[in-house]
Nanobody, 124 residues
Framework: QVQLVESGGGLVQPGGSLTLSCATS????????IGWFRQGPGKERERVSC????????NYADSVKGRFTISRDNSKNTVYLQMNSLKPEDTAVYYC?????????????????WGQGTQVTVSS
């Protein structure tokens, strides 16, 4: 099964930073919009941020605006999520997904491919 691979998670103190990466060696990401979603303990999966296939368009959940930045390097077949000023409520498993439907990229159901997730824990 085609999969994406997330990396970069870990334990960080409140106010700290992490950069997550999403990549695959199985197909070119340049034709896909990529979304980052997260699922905290006892919570439903929620959209964090999405980026169009060209990188020209992005969107963010209100809870992360001004703190998180999504970007992509199609030459490296990788999408990044820079997370600054992290808060305990950002603690979750973070997943990246790929969809050809930019118009529906905020909806998890539109994604054809997913990664296994990477744990982010924000705690002192």
């Amino acid at each position: 099964q085609v999969q994406l691979v997330e990396s970069g998670g870990g334990l960080v103190q409140p106010g700290g930073s992490l950069t997550l990466s999403c990549a695959t060696s199985e197909f070119s990401l340049e034709y896909y919009a990529i979304g980052w979603f997260r699922q905290g303990p006892g919570k439903e999966r929620e959209r964090v941020s999405c980026i169009s296939n060209s990188g020209d368009s992005t969107n963010y959940a209100d809870s992360v605006k001004g703190r998180f930045t999504i970007s992509r390097d199609n030459s490296k077949n990788t999408v990044y999520l820079q997370m600054n000023s992290l808060k305990p409520e950002d603690t979750a498993v973070y997943y990246c997904g790929a969809t050809i439907r930019w118009q529906a990229a905020t909806l998890a159901d539109s994604y054809a491919y997913w990664g296994q997730g990477t744990q982010v824990t924000v705690s002192s």
